[in-house]
């Protein structure tokens, strides 16, 4: 059983930074075969995908945030980062860590950024 945990989250101003952190517990082989990744739900809209980085570093990101966000994952393999830079009102969301294993997804709590004007 593999849980995640996020944190970071909070109000910041439009064009402001907030990192993201996600922690995965459980067994480790399993957590360093993972993917990871970063998704997001605003109000009235479907969870979308913003960044995941694979077991081999490859990162993909929403055309909405590349060039502002971030993925990293720390060593050990457990954790995962997202930076956001130039943040607006758009990115305000509930964001959740993900983490893929073999096509299963685990999901954290969600973690609620907000970005006022």
């Known amino acids: 059983q593999i849980q995640l945990v996020e944190s970071g989250g909070g109000l910041v101003q439009a064009g402001m930074s907030l990192r993201l952190s996600c922690a995965a517990s459980?067994?480790?082989?399993?957590?360093?075969?993972?993917?990871m990744a970063w998704y997001r739900q605003a109000p009235g809209n479907q969870r979308e995908l913003v960044a995941r980085?694979?077991?081999?570093?490859?990162?993909t990101y929403a055309d909405s945030v590349k060039g502002r966000f971030t993925i990293s994952r720390g060593t050990p393999k457990n954790k995962v980062y997202l930076q956001m830079r130039s943040l607006n009102v758009e990115d305000t969301a509930v964001y959740y860590c993900?983490?893929?294993?073999?096509?299963?997804?685990?999901w954290g709590q969600g973690a609620q950024v907000t970005v006022s004007s």
């Open positions: 459980g067994s480790t082989v399993v957590i360093n075969a993972m993917a």
């Open positions: 980085v694979d077991g081999d570093g490859t990162t």
């Open positions: 993900a983490a893929d294993f073999r096509g299963f997804l685990y």
